[in-house]
């Protein structure tokens, strides 16, 4: 589900043999407190020599840390007047339904133009005497090619409330997905830890060293030569439901990254020249269910799919 987020890889000096793992990447890792990078190293984003590790464990010299900062602390930034498409609002936080092709937060090159930007704006400059200003809080991510659902904190303490719903797995998050191929199943589940490519750094990969990652699926409809499907995820790790649909061989239309030229194979020409037609892929944040932080209230929201994805099922 998530948008690329920020992969470190440390090595240890001498000086810094013996030292905790929290403290140690505490000291590496600027604007990240203890607590939350041991939330990291609790939730598998940090492993040592490629395994996961505890808070405490003594680092050496030879260890090889990689760290994936896929936590966005809340932080201000740069106001930018984008509209944004506003599903839910009040004090505490905000539902969004986000486009593809826009980038959840700022980073790797990208500092303009972003999710964060346009909340920024929104929050701050056309509410000038909100209390809420530098306490922007992105909680999870999605693909900059991902649309659909996400949610942004207004204040610390919501931040924090809803942070915590989903490292507990309290928040319902279903995608809609097409896939090529057609499963025997009408359902399943997909539990495979997923791992950075060393080879490949901007491509993730099923790996039993890597991150836990909990996926299920159900048939919505078939197609000739594709499945469209929901996918519940439980983790939200890189890339999961791109990942976890091509390692069951039925990868994303649209994914150049992870459908290793399956585009290209559809004998449809005309279907083919649609899907080289699509500016993204296939995939679409459509269900979100959490938790009010400060009403306790349940919050459901559906939001349909965007246009060039109906249109591409209409052309099926």
């Known amino acids: 589900m998530s948008e690329e987020p920020q992969s470190l890889n440390l090595q240890p000096s001498p000086d810094e043999a013996g030292t905790r793992l929290d403290a140690f990447l505490a000291e590496r890792i600027n604007g990240w407190s203890r607590s939350r990078l041991r939330r990291l190293i609790d939730d598998e984003d940090v492993l040592v020599n490629e395994k996961p590790a505890k808070s405490s464990y003594r680092i050496r010299e030879s260890d090889e840390i990689d760290v994936e900062l896929t936590e966005v602390p809340a932080a201000r930034f740069e106001a930018e007047n984008i509209p944004l498409d506003i599903v839910f609002e009040d004090e505490h936080l905000a539902v969004i339904n986000k486009p593809a092709g826009m980038v959840v937060h700022p980073g790797a090159g990208v500092q303009h133009g972003t999710l964060a930007n346009a909340v920024a704006y929104h929050f701050e400059i056309q509410n000038p005497k909100s209390k809420i200003q530098n306490r922007l809080g992105i909680v999870h991510r999605l693909d900059k090619d991902t649309s659909g659902l996400i949610v942004v904190a207004k204040t610390d303490e919501a931040h924090e409330v809803l942070s915590e719903q989903f490292r507990a797995r309290q928040v319902y998050k279903s995608y809609v997905a097409l896939v090529h191929g057609s499963p025997d199943q009408n359902s399943g589940i997909i539990e495979a830890p997923i791992a950075r490519n060393k080879h490949n750094r901007l491509r993730m990969k099923v790996a039993a060293h890597g991150r836990s990652a909990l996926s299920l699926w159900k048939v919505r409809k078939r197609y000739a030569k594709f499945t469209l499907l929901d996918v ?10 791109r990942v976890h649909t091509a390692y069951i061989n039925h990868p994303i239309v649209g994914d150049e990254i992870y459908n290793e030229g399956r585009d290209n194979t559809v004998n449809d020409i005309n279907v083919r020249n649609a899907i080289n037609s699509l500016p993204r892929f296939f995939l679409h944040a459509e269900r979100l269910s959490l938790t009010h932080p400060k009403t306790q ?20």
Do not use: A, Y
């Open 232 to 241: 519940e995820i439980k983790t939200g790790r890189t890339h999961q439901i």
């Open 297 to 316: 209230e349940r919050l459901e929201f559906h939001q349909d799919l965007p246009v060039e994805l109906k249109q591409f099922l209409d052309l099926l």
